[in-house]
Each structure stands twice: as C-alpha cells, then as structure tokens.
C-alpha cells in the first residue's frame, strides 16, 4: 500500500507542475484574487463591504497581474529553480503591476473608493503567496525525488558553484541520482546547505560520512582541480570503498566539450592535469589562415592531434601524409567530422623517397610543414641504427632541400626531450635534426624546432602498454623503481607546438614547458587504483633500464641559455650553432658510414656531431634484473 501511495505521489509533481502557462496563469490568477480577498478582510476588520467596487476591481487586478507577469517571463514552470533571481522578478512584477493597476483603477474605472491600504497590503500579499508558491513546488517536488528508492544516493566533492550546478542536473526527473550530502575542506562551509544539500563534513572524513549516510557513490564536482588535488581526492575516495566519478574538466566545458552532467570516470589525465594552455590565437591563424599546411607523420599521436588543431584555423588546404595507410584512413575519418572550411589531401608516402616528396610538394605548394614524422621508440633503433639515422637525419635533410625548392615558407621540426645529452640513437638523431636546422641559412625559409618529451596515451608509450597489462591481469612492468619522465597532454603539446611555430624565429629551439618529472612506478600504482583494484592485487615487476634509457631526461643543455618568449610555457634557447659548412661535412660522413657493415661507424660518426652522445655506462641489463628480482612484489605504500 506505501509503495502505491508514493508511486502516486511521486507522480503528483508531474501532473500537476507541467510546465504550462495556462495552467500556470491560472494558479497565478487564483493566488492574486485570494491576496486581494485577504488584504480586504484585514482592511475591514474581517468583512467584506463594498463588494461591487471589489468585483470589478479584482477583475482588472488579475488582468493586470497576468500581464506583468508574463512580461517578466513568470508564466513558465517554477518548481525547478526557486532563486533569487526568481524572487527579483517576483519584486519587479509585483511593482510594476501595482503601479498600472492604481493607474488604471482610479483614472480608467473611476474607482476612487478603492481603499488606499489594500494597494499596498495586496502587492505584499501577491509577492509572498507567488514566491511562497515557487518554494513549496519546489520542495514537494525535491522530497518526492529524494525518497525516490531508484535513485542512487550520491556524496558531492565540492560545495561550490559548480556542485550547485551539478545538483541542479541531479534534481531533474529521471536522473538516476539524488544527493544526500557534500563534502568541502573549507570548513565554515560545514553546516550549510547547497541547493538545499548539507555539507557534511571535510574530505578527509570521506570514508565515516558515506557510511553514516549510506552513499553508494561519489561525484567529484570540482572542474577545476589540478592533478595534485585531484590524486588527494581520489585517494580519499578510495579509502571510502566506493565507486566514484568526476565532472569534466573547466577546459572541456569552456570548450563546449562536455557539459557539466556528463559524468566520466576519473582519468589518468585527470591526476597529471595542468593548467589550461593560453594561447595567442590570433598570433597562430595569422600564420595559418588561407595557406596550405603540410604535416608529415599525420597519423600518429602528435601528427593526428596537429591536423585536429590545424583545420580549427581555416586554412586553405591542409595536407596529411604519412606512410600508414591504415593510419591516414582512420586520421580521414576523424577530420571529415570536424573539418572546419579547409580542403583536406591524404597522401602515402615514405619521407625518404625523395621522388614522392619532390611529386607531392610541387603539387601542393604548401606554406608551411610540420615535421612530426620520425622513429621514436629507443629499444628498437638501439637494434636499427641505420633506420634510425636514415628516417631521423637523412629523412629530414631531404625534404629540407625538397621543401625549399617548392617555395615553402615556414618549416616546423618535432623534436624531444632524448635530444638534450642523448644516451641512445633516438635522441642523438634528434638532435643531429635540431642542429641542422638552427645552422642551416635561412635562405627564404624559417626553421624552428620545438622540443618536449612523452604526451600521454601516444602509441607504444609507457601509459597504454600498462594499461593493457591490467586488462590482461598481467603484472605490470616498470624499468627501474627510481626511472622518470616528463608528460603532457597532447592537446596542450600541440597546442604550444602551434604557439611556437607562430612567436618562433629561424633556428630557435624552442622548449616547452613540461613541468614536474613523474615517476613511471607512481604511474603505476595510481592506474591500479584507477581500475578499482587494490595495490596489494597487482604485481609491479622491474625489467631493468633498456638498452638507451637513462634514469631522467632533461630539457636543456647545460651550455644553453633560456630565454623566456612572449608565451610563459615556451622558452627559447640560445646556443652556439655549429659551422654550417662544418656540419654539412660531417653530414656526408655520417651518411657514407650508412654503406659500412655495422653499427660502430655510424654511432662514432654521429658522436663526432653530438660530442655529448654517450653509451649507457655502469650496471649490464642482466646484473641489474638479477638484483631487482627478489624485489618483484605485490604494489603496496612505502616499497618506493
């Protein structure tokens, strides 16, 4: 019988609250004669005299009222959101109405009888009943909704304006939630009430509060927390045993993205987030607007989210090429979606055939080129140097040469963090490209290398081979207990790769800001509990460095000045570049060496270019695995 009674009552709202102006004008109607009835018993002692002049009077009112009312858009459904704005549109309705119905009644009616005392007792009366109307709605709607036993009970992490937000969305019908209380680390805020939830407590009591107020889920309702606030507060969900999810970020629905109800798991890019990237931009579609880009490497990770950004600023055409073909098809299908005015070109093509190229520039033309294609992974071109040294150096020198024959303007080389004293063949050809086109003359075009390190999520990196690790329940791999990395987002190193480009002069290596190195094991530990598992359920195991690693990378030499540049996450840096001359002369070294059996020459000739390219020295890969190996262990705090 209970469960027929509230199926019924939670019914209720919705039958009698539909957002109907007729309906609604007609409870309007109702509360304006009843206030208007009211004031006159209070004006004659409990009495109804004069009823004529009341008649006629009250028909003009409700007329008046319904007006004015509909003029200040009051005509439409209040239960949802009794505000002050609300209230404020209740005070100018009631005003205005007030001052046409005193007009309107003495001068068009004649009713001069009318007694001055119920003008003002009415107008009182009508605000209170209307807004007092909003209110009850609204509360008879919320505590139908919140008894509701479909509804998932929630604890809010935040009691700022975007949880007000967020239980707003939470209140409409059929949300599938209902809030039962926030948690704040401010704690004056305790006690209060958001949107009619109370504050519960702090954060750290997370694990006591959803207990005592039997919460089966937690929503972080905090947009624009940073990665360390957000680690804090996904650990203290953790140690509340249950399942929680997050709001997108403050770039996401500036963007348009995501709204702020799109709730989504916590993400790895969540706990590493930064702040949203300034870019100029206006700087960067003045250089791009109208003209044909070229973007070699277009169907990896940075290549991909380059032609993303690109076509956002309008250019003429933009050209992918890449030599997947699976890679491009997919990278098509992407742009046809947000493509954004521009012509789009796909094109397959390996950057070393210098035919292909030559065909493919002189049919496009393009204004600029970003360089992005390149062997990356450093295990698998310590095994593969002259691969490495063809794609990387020879590759790049090519369509160097090619690229200033068809007339191109600007030229944008990808660089990385392995440049800066390179301990394997990746790095030391990243940085063979980076002095080549700092030394180079300019000779009609400007060229600017832009050197970063790991952007999450790329294809082979650390982040998707753990990730699959966890899938499978394999135990998770991690080179060395101590081993760090720079991360970006991708969105946001390509955002300041185009930024670069635009403030960029011919032959800056410019550096984007990285931030704090993180340490692969803490990558680790923190997906395990991303997957709801606990620490103590998977093994880390460590493999030992790999042939080229080091422990750190690092971002600039030691030799180098930083200057800062009109973008704070840029800098610019100014070394001594090498004799062009000279570098050219080495250059034919190092590509005569390619026709020699063996790897040696090539690594002695490209030391010859980069004095600081060195061997990984010390501890062989066996002794190293050998000592860590009673360390394999079940991932727990404090085995750092």
Known sequence: MRSIIRKYLSRLPQVLFRQRPVFISIVQALLVTGSLVMSWLLRFDFSLPYRRILLASGLLLVVVRLLTLRLFRLNHGW?????????????????????????????????????????????????????????????????VRRDSSHSKRVILVGAGFAAQMVIR?????????????????????????????????????????????????????????????????????????????????????????SSINQFREVSLEDLLGREPVQIDLESVRKEIAGKTILVTGAAGSIGSELCRQIVDYSPAQLVCLDQSETGLFFLRLDLDRHQNGGQLAFRVADV?????????????????????????????????????????????????????????????????????????????????????????????????????????????????????????????????????????????????????????????????????????????????????????????????LREGEKLKEELFYEHEEVIPTSCEKIKRTSGTPKDWSRLCSQLDGLRASMNVDGAAPIRAKIKEIVPEYCFPTGISKRTFVESLAPRTFRAVAGDD
């Open 352 to 544: 070393t055939d210098g035919e292909r190229i030559r065909y493919l520039l002189s049919e496009f033309r393009p204004n600029v080129i970003f360089h992005a294609a390149a062997y990356k992974h450093v295990p698998m071109m310590e095994c593969n140097v002259q691969e490495a040294v063809k794609n990387n150096v020879l590759g790049l020198l090519g369509l160097l040469d090619l690229a200033d024959e068809a007339g191109s303007r600007n030229f944008v080389l990808i660089s990385s963090d392995k440049a800066v004293n390179p301990t394997n063949v990746m790095g030391a050809t990243k940085r063979i490209c980076e002095l080549i086109l700092s030394s180079r003359p300019q000779n009609g075009m400007r060229c600017v290398s832009v050197r970063f390190g790991n952007v999450l999520g790329s294809s082979g990196s650390v982040i998707p081979v753990l990730k699959q690790q966890l899938r499978n329940h394999e135990p998770l791999t991690v080179t060395h207990p101590e081993i760090k990395r720079f991360f970006m987002m991708t969105r946001e190193a390509v955002a300041l790769v185009l930024q670069a480009f635009a403030i960029g002069k011919h032959g800056d290596i410019l550096v984007l800001d990285m931030g704090e190195p993180v340490r692969i094991l803490d990558l680790a530990r923190t997906l395990i509990r991303l997957s709801g598992k606990s620490e103590h359920d998977v093994a880390i195991r460590f493999t030992g």
């Open 169 to 257: 969305e939470l209140d409409r019908p059929n949300s599938g939630y209902v809030a039962v209380g926030c948690v704040d680390d401010d704690r004056s805020k305790i006690g209060v009430h958001v949107q009619g939830v109370p504050v519960l407590g702090t954060i750290e009591e997370l694990d006591t509060l959803v207990e005592d107020n039997a919460a089966e889920e937690i929503l972080i309702a905090i947009p624009s927390a940073s990665g360390k606030q957000m680690q804090r507060i996904t650990d203290a969900c953790q140690k509340a045993k249950l399942p929680f999810k997050t709001v997108p970020t403050l770039s996401d629905i500036i963007r348009g993205e």
């Open 79 to 143: 239960w949802h959101f009794a505000s002050v704005s609300d209230a404020i549109s209740i005070l100018k309705a009631v005003t205005a109405g007030s001052f046409v119905f005193v007009a309107l009644n003495r001068y068009l009616l004649g009713a001069v009888a009318f007694p001055r005392a119920v003008y003002v007792i009415e107008a009182v009366l009508t605000g209170c009943f209307l807004a007092g109307a909003r209110l009850a709605s609204r509360v008879l709607v919320e505590s």
